[in-house]
């Protein structure tokens, strides 16, 4: 490498040549290695680490729904959610109430601090993104954003795979159309 070339300059991929590099297979693990690296510092004032995050993020931006549904629709083991619902209520920042229809069955609703720390991790978490990303532009972090979502959207809809053949394996569910914008009406029904 000589002097006028940047030592975090990428090389050049020679798709032609079909090398490991332009295997998606080599390429999905690394990056999922990277994220999960810098994600989970990123996330790690949130009791239960990506897991509370990503409880948060849902208790916050889709229906409230039961502990038990919220672990299928995260791929998390009903027994370790308890473990991190548990954490979070200890830490103020979820809280169990009846459900309307059944009283029998609590849901989990985010309170002010929930929400306020979810703000502060997902800024974290952007920041630690644009880390892993920073070899992208805007446009194509965005473009790669988009297009591994719907891939994932669909990837529990393919041949039998891990799920089939690992019984640990809890793959999420993808119902995007639960997923809303919270309003000035909805927020201001939360509690301390």
Avoid: C, N
């Amino acid at each position: 490498m000589d002097s006028s070339t940047p030592a975090d300059a990428l090389p050049e991929i020679d798709w032609g040549a079909q090398g490991i590099e332009t295997e998606l297979g080599w390429a999905l693990p690394l990056a999922l290695q990277g994220f999960t690296r810098l994600g989970s510092v990123a996330v790690a004032s949130v009791p239960g680490g990506p897991r509370g995050y990503q409880v948060l993020v849902a208790v916050t931006t889709e229906q409230p729904s039961s502990q038990l549904e919220l672990a299928r629709r995260l791929g998390i083991d009903k027994t370790q959610m308890t473990y991190v619902v548990d954490a979070l209520e200890a830490g103020g920042l979820v809280e169990r109430r009846p459900a309307p229809t059944d009283r029998r069955v609590r849901q989990v609703h985010p309170t002010r601090s929930g929400r306020s720390l979810l703000d502060q991790a997902r800024t974290a978490l952007r920041d630690a993104e644009g880390e892993l990303m920073r070899h992208l532009d805007d446009d194509e972090q965005a473009t790669l954003r988009h297009l591994l979502a719907r891939v994932a959207l669909t990837a529990g809809l393919t041949a039998p795979g891990a799920d089939a053949s690992d019984p640990a394996f809890h793959h999420p569910l993808a119902v995007p159309e639960r997923s809303r914008r919270r309003t000035a009406t909805t927020t201001s029904t939360t509690t301390e």
